[in-house]
């Protein structure tokens, strides 16, 4: 079975295909990043108190875009922060996808894929995380 974590950086060009066109995003897109938002060695169990050691304050909108151009995007604790962030922002939001949806079109889980992969090749994906 290929790593969940793999299988999400291979998928890049499906989410690059979606940036600016939201009926493009697919349920499988969507399932991935929650897969992957779980996975033990991904998530951060802690994600409000890492994003404020990096001052940022996640009081609404977190401006992802600008974090994932900055030389911020070379620290895999923030990356980690950032996707359960995410992951989190749609639990919040019903687990209607919606929220998800968002940052797949804005280009941000693109973003997100090329600054982990280099930093986080591989974790174990037989062991997800629950909350």
Do not use: W
Request: hydrophobic share 35%; with cysteine.
């Amino acid at each position: 079975m290929m790593n969940e974590l793999e299988l999400f950086y291979q998928s890049k060009e499906k989410f690059d295909a979606c940036i600016g066109h939201k009926k493009r995003v697919s349920h499988e897109l969507i399932d991935q990043i929650l897969v992957v938002g779980h996975l033990h060695g991904v998530t951060d169990y802690d994600y409000l108190s890492t994003l404020e050691q990096y001052n940022i304050h996640p009081n609404g909108s977190v401006d992802m875009i600008g974090i994932l151009n900055s030389p911020l995007r070379k620290e895999l604790p923030l990356l980690r922060a950032l996707l359960t962030f995410i992951v989190r922002a749609d639990r919040f939001n019903c687990g209607t996808g919606e929220s998800l949806i968002e940052y797949i079109v804005d280009g941000s889980i693109s973003l997100l894929i090329e600054s982990m992969r280099p930093l986080l090749p591989t974790v174990d994906d037989r062991s997800h995380c629950t909350d």
